[in-house]
């Protein structure tokens, strides 16, 4: 007896485990194998070909301010968020320590000078005198040591007056402060610690990379629609008018810069804008209207042409055919195919 029970349950494990292996296989594995699209009916549609670029809003004019020497920052005339007009003077630095050090290097300047010329006196006739070439040759050395000296005077004293005119720094565009360090004046600063970023925000664009595929499908002048991120429900116009003659290396290959400018936009959208925000560009590119088109994998070449192969009465049959313009992965077929015709793909 359990002899029988002991064979008749392993009977039943077995059972068991083959039907949970069919299920398994029927709910699970075969679920999850990829779809193989194998048939296709051919219809009518439109064929349009995209080109969609990331990228971000920069400003074409854009300068960060920074000092020529550091000191005691003794004026700050800006705050963030100030608009400045071109030329006007935001900072100042000390220009007592400096006019001091622009008079030390003019006495130096003076008494450099002044041995230059004694030692022209000295030795203005050495080379008629009856003297060796080798002290000739030693004398002349003098003379060009002190011309190399009375040079290198002129250039500290130079340096010096540079320095003194841009103790006041000035903005060479117009726009609006968008930070500053230190923010006060009264204080020491290094050539590091002090800069003031003006931003002109008139010269706000939609800079992005082209990869090097699809640059030459793009010209200057392309128009596109340009949707950022921070705006959901609103899109951009926009036009290219730079696409950069050098490449940029990056990781995934070679690209080329593009900017775009903001187009019919209002002054109060265009103040919401902000340096770094991303977003999309989008253009159009070929479209086909109306056209009898099939996925290209569909489509078979040979030394006879182009080929699909045609399903009907429950039979395929291979069909030549002839060919238009793909566009994204669809073929326009201009002859032998009609609307819905069923095409499949070749067993392999």
Do not use: C, H
């Not at 040079?151 to 540079?162: A, C, G, P, T």
């Not at 596109?224 to 730079?242: A, N, P, T």
């Amino acid at each position: 007896m359990n002899r029988f029970f002991t064979k008749k349950t392993v009977i039943f494990i077995l059972i068991l485990l083959v039907l949970i292996s069919g299920i398994y296989y029927r709910f699970f594995l075969k679920n999850s194998e990829p779809e193989k699209i194998n048939a296709f009916k051919v219809e009518r549609k439109d064929l349009k070909q995209e080109f969609s670029f990331s990228g971000e809003i920069e400003a074409e004019e854009r300068v960060v301010i920074k000092p020529g020497v550091g000191g005691k920052l003794v004026w700050l005339g800006v705050q963030e968020g100030d608009f400045v007009k071109k030329g006007q003077a935001v900072a100042s630095f000390d220009k007592k320590t400096l006019q001091k050090n622009l008079d030390k290097y003019m006495n130096y300047y003076m008494k450099t000078r002044w041995n230059f010329e004694q030692v022209k006196d000295d030795y203005e006739d050495f080379e008629v005198w009856g003297i060796s070439d080798k002290e000739k040759d030693r004398i002349k050395r003098i003379v060009e040591k002190s011309q190399f000296d009375l040079d290198n005077s002129v250039l500290d004293l130079e340096i010096q007056k540079i320095a003194l005119d841009n103790a006041v720094l000035t903005t060479p565009i117009s726009g609006y402060v968008a930070s500053l360090s230190p923010k006060y004046a009264g204080v020491n600063v290094s050539l590091a610690d002090f800069a003031i970023e003006i931003v002109n925000p008139e010269t706000i664009v939609f800079a992005f990379y082209i990869d090097q595929e699809d640059v030459v499908k793009i010209s200057e002048g392309a128009a596109g629609e340009i949707s950022l991120d921070v705006f959901d429900d609103k899109v951009f116009e926009g036009r290219i008018y730079f696409i950069s003659l050098t490449p940029t290396q990056a990781e995934t290959g070679v690209t080329y810069l593009a900017k775009a400018r903001f187009e019919n936009i209002s002054p109060d959208l265009m103040k919401k804008l902000r340096m770094g925000m991303t977003g999309e560009i989008v253009f159009q590119g070929r479209r086909l209207d109306n056209v009898l088109a099939v996925p290209v994998a569909f489509v078979e070449s040979g030394e006879d042409g182009d080929f699909v192969y045609l399903l009907k009465d429950g039979k395929t049959q291979k069909v030549k055919i002839v060919l238009g313009e793909e566009i994204d992965g669809e073929v326009e077929i201009i002859s032998g195919l009609r609307e819905g015709d069923i095409v499949v793909l070749p067993e392999k």
